[in-house]
């Protein structure tokens, strides 16, 4: 029963992660379900960041009331800009993408996400090429075979493959016809947007590195920024949709797609994923990035009758292999780290010889203080005797005198 326990209790991660992608994959089908309901997408994103906001807020109130950082002109400012690139620029690029292409296509450029993010890390000097070493090789060569993918999914198609379908559609379900093929224009635009999103999600990821280090509060963090994605969001799509009836909310997809986005994804998600960064490091949360596109890939194919093509699963093969090479790069230089501060810094003997010192500190402590103790009494025994011999002097004086 033990080693069930154990087994049980290592594998809780990689379920967890696991539950996480099921989690990404369904919002993506909420979306396109609510773009072909005729929802405004601005408003879609405004209303998944409200959500969001009163989810998070009293959890961050209850959870870290004690031990919540004291807010600074600084923090306040960081989180205002992961609102903005993070939260509301990145979801709107990403939702336009969905518009424009498919999920499975804009699911598969998210992934472009760590080369990303590691050239905007190179101009702003917190990643370094290491054109020496083979961990710097992989993430030159994961970025470039990242982009080349990316490439190969916009302009190529090649045959149409088909998997099947069930019995049902989603879309004709919910009134809406099944999605046209998009034009040579509409796959550019579509891949713009979608490149937009990522440049907006990695200029997050690294304002956010900045802003943890002071202040390490994911709740009270997560909380800030969809406060300030809801606002930016609530603004940008008040300024450009004035129809009204777009804001309303019925018992329909919509309202489940802003309820499942902001609550689920943008709070409980965050969460789980928090939770495995903190046990098994960040490189073990993104290694299960691409198993999302294997999932949207399948649900939208069969559910919302997407049609796939041999160049969006050759570029989709070529992205992952390119994120795999740029982590496989990341975690080797991670482990020439962690043994270089383990040689420079032996904790274990440091610790043996404080507790060494604290304790031969103590006794002296004692002893000093028990010397002290005798010291006061032989001064009072000593003062006393003076005392008597001073009095019994005077008493002899006073004899002689009478």
């Known amino acids: 029963m033990k080693n069930v326990c154990n087994v049980v209790q290592a594998l809780k991660p990689t379920l967890v992660m696991l539950v996480v992608q099921v989690g990404y994959a369904g919002v993506n089908i909420f979306y396109k379900l ?17 959500f969001a906001t009163i989810f998070m807020a009293p959890l961050a109130l209850i959870l870290e009331r004690k031990k919540r950082t004291k807010m600074s002109w600084r923090i306040l400012f960081q989180s205002f800009f992961c609102g903005l690139f993070g939260g509301s620029l990145a979801q709107n690029f990403y939702l336009q993408a969905l518009s424009l292409t498919s999920a499975t296509f804009t699911s598969a450029m998210a992934n472009l ?5 590691f050239i905007l890390a190179l101009c702003f000097g917190l990643e370094r090429l290491n054109l020496r070493t083979a961990a710097g090789k992989a993430k030159i060569a994961g970025t470039l075979i990242g982009i080349g993918g990316a490439m190969v999914l916009t302009f190529v198609k090649g045959k149409e493959i088909k998997i099947g379908t069930f019995h049902f559609n989603l879309l004709h379900q919910n009134g809406a016809r099944p999605p046209a093929q998009a034009s040579g224009a509409k796959t550019v635009l579509g ?4 490149l937009a999103s990522g440049v907006s999600y990695a200029l997050w990821l690294i304002i956010q590195a900045k802003m943890i280090e002071r202040y390490p509060c994911p709740y009270s963090s997560t909380a800030l920024m969809s406060m300030w994605g809801a606002l930016v969001s609530i603004v940008i799509a008040l300024c450009l949709e004035r129809d009204w009836t777009q804001w309303r909310l019925g018992w329909n997809i919509r309202l489940w797609t802003a309820a499942y986005s902001g609550i689920v994804v943008s709070g409980i998600m965050v969460v789980m994923i928090s939770w495995c960064i903190r046990m098994r490091g960040p490189l073990f949360a993104s290694v299960f990035n691409p198993l999302m596109l294997v999932l949207v890939a399948l649900a939208s194919s069969t559910m919302l009758k997407e049609t796939l093509h041999l160049g969006c699963i050759i570029g989709a093969v070529l992205i992952v292999l390119g994120l795999y090479l740029v982590l496989w790069g990341k975690s080797e230089e991670m482990k020439k780290k962690n043994q270089l501060v383990a040689a420079e810094n032996p904790h274990e003997d440091e610790s043996n010889k404080v507790e060494v010192v604290v304790r031969c500190e103590v006794e002296d402590k004692s002893n000093q203080k028990k010397m002290h103790e005798n010291g006061e009494k032989i001064v009072r025994c000593h003062h006393e005797d003076g005392d008597l011999d001073h009095n019994s002097h005077e008493h002899s004086e006073g004899k002689g005198r009478n």
């Open 191 to 194: 891949s713009l947007s979608a």
């Open 34 to 50: 609510a773009v072909n309901d005729g929802m405004n997408l601005r408003i879609v994103v405004a209303y998944r960041f409200l």
């Open 113 to 117: 996400v760590p080369g990303i993010t």
